[in-house]
T-cell receptor, first 113, second 119 residues
Framework: DIVMTQSPDSLAVSLGERATINCRSS????????????VAWYQQRPGQPPKLLIY???TRESGVPGRFSGSGSGTDFTLTISNLQAEDVAVYYC?????????FGRGTKLEIK | QVQLQQSGPGLVRPSQTLSLTCAIS??????????WVWIRQSPSRGLEWLGR?????????DYDVSVKSRITIFSDTSKNQFSLHLSSVTPDDTAVYYC?????????WSQGTLVTVSS
């Protein structure tokens, strides 16, 4: 199975500042047939299912605010949340959909400092 | 807008079969390029992708090897829904279970069902 390693486990950032979450995969997630990185990012608020934020490593899902951005390629990926808002408090997960089973990272808990 | 409505018991006895159904509205279970997925979440295991079913000229299934001997995911096109059967459950199968739509990222999720395995 492909292992997705997220860091840090938790993060406290001041309102209006930037949060950066990292995800490393145990093998490359760049698929040669479509030249896309098969990585997604999700946000999970307490008591809610995960919500898709980013797919293909950097494509924002419809309706997701522009302060959320994804980057990276191969095995190293980053979710950046700019201008942090109170409603961004959540746990964030990366997921690979390169090869089954489509594994998730363990999550990064984001709090307000 | 796709909506997924889960149903099934919240308590299952050890060694019995866990059965959940996910009713789809706003999409078709037999749509090409879309897969229908079961995922569970627990404090010990985190988010765990269990398996999927999808239709591309015929029906296919993929399962996580850790549950492959116990899991069945199948669709009912007449009811536009898909289901999960997980047999021989133990307390380790206690988790919140979600159904989701994958194209290929998981862009629609059910609210989830806490399934407790206990006698």
């Amino acid at each position: 199975d492909i292992v997705m390693t997220q860091s840090p486990d938790s993060l406290a950032v001041s309102l209006g500042e930037r949060a950066t979450i990292n995800c490393r995969s145990s093998q490359s997630l760049l698929y040669s047939f479509n030249n896309e990185n098969h990585v997604a990012w999700y946000q999970q608020r307490p008591g809610q299912p995960p919500k898709l934020l980013i797919y293909w490593a950097s494509t924002r899902e419809s309706g997701v605010p522009g302060r959320f951005s994804g980057s990276g390629s191969g095995t190293d990926f980053t979710l950046t949340i700019s201008n942090l808002q109170a409603e961004d408090v959540a746990v964030y997960y990366c997921q690979q959909y390169y090869g089954t089973p489509y594994t998730f990272g363990r999550g990064t808990k984001l709090e307000i400092k | 807008q796709v909506q997924l409505q889960q149903s099934g018991p919240g308590l299952v006895r050890p060694s019995q079969t866990l059965s959940l159904t996910c009713a789809i509205s706003g999409d078709s279970v037999s749509r090409n390029t879309v897969a229908w997925v079961w995922i569970r979440q627990s404090p010990s295991r985190g988010l765990e992708w269990l398996g999927r079913t999808y239709y591309t000229a015929k029906w296919y299934n993929d399962y996580d090897v850790s549950v492959k001997s116990r899991i069945t995911i199948f669709s009912d096109t007449s009811k536009n829904q898909f289901s999960l059967h997980l047999s021989s459950v133990t307390p380790d199968d206690t988790a919140v279970y979600y159904c989701a739509r994958a194209s290929p990222a998981l862009n629609s999720w059910s609210q989830g069902t806490l399934v407790t395995v206990s006698s």
